[in-house]
Structure formats: structure tokens, C-alpha cells
């Protein structure tokens, strides 16, 4: 399973940035409010654009960068700054994006790890090349995808992911890891975990089946395609496309207009006997049943019932249609994020006996 060198040379052909830098320019007191999606207004000690996989070992082998701890950003759509980062940040900028190869049964569809999640879906559709509609509107770059295996309205990036290309640090040499060895779960992946820090993904290739299936019985999603006409012929994958384009505008705020990093919480899962019990006091507590018989539970509601959707504590706030995402009304910074998302867990504890853990990576 575990990973193999990857093939050298320029990977990405369409990359409009094909050269070799010979220099590293690195940017001091680097500002990282348009960097990460909570608009945070923190700065790094020195930041580097790497729009070629050779500018990445460049500069974490530059002098100017030696013994400084390093952080890996694309869209800055998964992560909290709680303050100033005393180190190298590394933009992610890598562009390019082609059918890899196809086969009789699929498309090989590889994007390089900077260019904009929702530009890409969109991309493949226009090629006529569905399977990633679900996942539309998610925001984020490509090579943060597999990170947290992005998922949304009944699909998990991990369904329809091959391989991706990724640099380790440590040895400067690219590796080709398959599904198996980024590990996969719920919002997880080896990238989390063990790999956290060491590798920098370049690139990420989907496989995308020929034969198409739609997924489109999440309640919302069927809702949305109901309204708009879907409700007895089988959608076509634009369809799915626009309604949870539709359905995100509803509920979720855009980054854009609001700070945000998506669902701050990851749902979580607890075993039969405790639900059980905590079903007999809410009956209403919103499940999904797993298929091991644990139980998942939404978050938002959990938080929703204990009274927190649309609360502030200072600037950082409980969206209004959403409870499970915060917001940064303006000027917020990480550390009131982080104190509101403590009081929430708090209560979460104390009514439901349930333990919520942050689905961003704080810093
Ligand atoms: N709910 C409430 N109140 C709320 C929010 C939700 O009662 O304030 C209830 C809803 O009525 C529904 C249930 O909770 O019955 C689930 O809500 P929703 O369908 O909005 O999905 P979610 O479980 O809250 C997850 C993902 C989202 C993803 C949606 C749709 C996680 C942590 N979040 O949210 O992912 O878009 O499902 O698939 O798994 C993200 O990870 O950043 C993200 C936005």
C-alpha cells in the first residue's frame, strides 16, 4: 500500500508556470489576512510562494529558513491563526489541471494542488467528466481536499479520489501515495496525523466513473431538486451541481462576506449504549445510525438545542443558519474563535454528555 517515489520531471503539462526558479523569495512580516479564510489578520515571520514543486525543497532548504517550523497553506479554508506564526509559511500556488489518462471504465482527472476546489468540480463537469457535483461550492484548493477528505451531501472526496503527488520535506523526494496509504476517515487522513508537517501535496488525481450514478437522496439536496423540477425525472449531474450550489448559499456563509471555516465541529460519533440513554431524554436528537451500529450525531443540532445558533461572544459568532459554523463578524482573531468554541463545547458537555472536537487545525 505505502507510497512509491513518483515519476520525475515537470508533472503538471497545462502549469503556466513551467520554469525553474533559480532564486527563493522569501516575503518578511508576511500579512495572512487574505490567507486564511476566517480573515484573520496575523502576520508570518516569512512567507514563500511555491508555484513550482522545485521552489518548495528551495526554500525549506534555504539558510535564511533553517530550524523554523513550517505550516502549508492553499486556500487557508481549513485552519484557525490564533496569533502571529514565528515561521515559514509556504502559498501553495501550484496551477495546472488535465485528464491524466482514461480507461473503460473512468477518467483520471489530476489537478495541481493550488488551483481552487470549486473552479475544478465545475472544470470537470464542463469536460463532461461528473462524480464531484456533490462537492461543489466547498471552499479550499485541490491538495487541501484529501487533507481532511472533504465531504459533503452523501459523498466523501476518498470515493473519488486515485493518488496524489506529495514532497517530503524531510528528503526532498515526490511519493505517490494511493487511498490506502493516505488513511481516510470521517474529516481525517494520514495528512492529520502521522504526515502532519512532513509531506506538501502537489498535486491530486480523481477517478471519475464513466458510468454515472447520481447521489441525491440527502434531504436537502432532494428538496432543492424537487423545487426546481427534479422531483420525478433523475437529475443530471449539472443539476446536482446547481442545487448544492443553492443549498450552500442558503445555509452556509461565504468566506468572502464572512469569515469562516466551514463546520467548525466534526459530528460526532458515540456508541450504541450512550445514545440510547441520551435518545431517551432528546427524543428529537438528530442520528445516523454507522455501519459498525455506533451512532453519529449532527453537531449543529446539539449546539442549536443548547441555545448557541446566532450568539456572539465579541466578534466571533454562531452563524445564524448554521450552528455548526463560526463566524468572524469582523475583526475577530483566533484566541475569541477558540474561547467561544470552548463555551460551546462546554455546554455541549454538560447538556449531552457528548465531547466535540474542532474539525479546523488550530495553531
Ligand atoms: N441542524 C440543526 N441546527 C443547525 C444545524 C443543523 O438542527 O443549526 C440539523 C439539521 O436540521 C439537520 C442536521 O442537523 O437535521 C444536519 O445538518 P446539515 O444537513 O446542515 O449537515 P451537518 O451534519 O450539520 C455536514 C458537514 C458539512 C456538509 C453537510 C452536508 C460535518 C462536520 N459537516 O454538516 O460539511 O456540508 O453535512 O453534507 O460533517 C464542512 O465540513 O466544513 C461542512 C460544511
Redesign the pocket.
Known sequence: MITRPAADGPHISMSPMSHQPDSTSFLADFRLQAHNTFGFDVRARLACRVEHEAQLLAAVRDPRAAGLRRLVLGGGSNVVLTGDFDGLVLLVALRGRRLAREDDEAWYVEAAAGENWHEFVAWTLAQGMPGLENLALIPGTVGAAPIQNI???GLEMCERFASLRAVELATGEARELDAAACRFGY?DSFFKREGRDRFVITSVTFRLPKAWVPRAS?A?IARELAAEGHGDTSPDAQAIFDAVVAVRRA??PDPAQLGNA??F???PVIDAVQFDALQQREPEV?SYRQPDGAVKL????L??RCGW?GRAMGAAAVHER???VLVNRGGANGAEVLALARAIQHDVRERFGVELEA?PVCL
Open positions: 465531504g459533503a451531501y474529516r440527502y436537502d445555509k452556509l466551514g463546520s465541529f466534526k459530528n438528530v449532527a453537531a449543529g443540532w449546539i442549536d445558533k448554521q450552528a455548526l474539525e
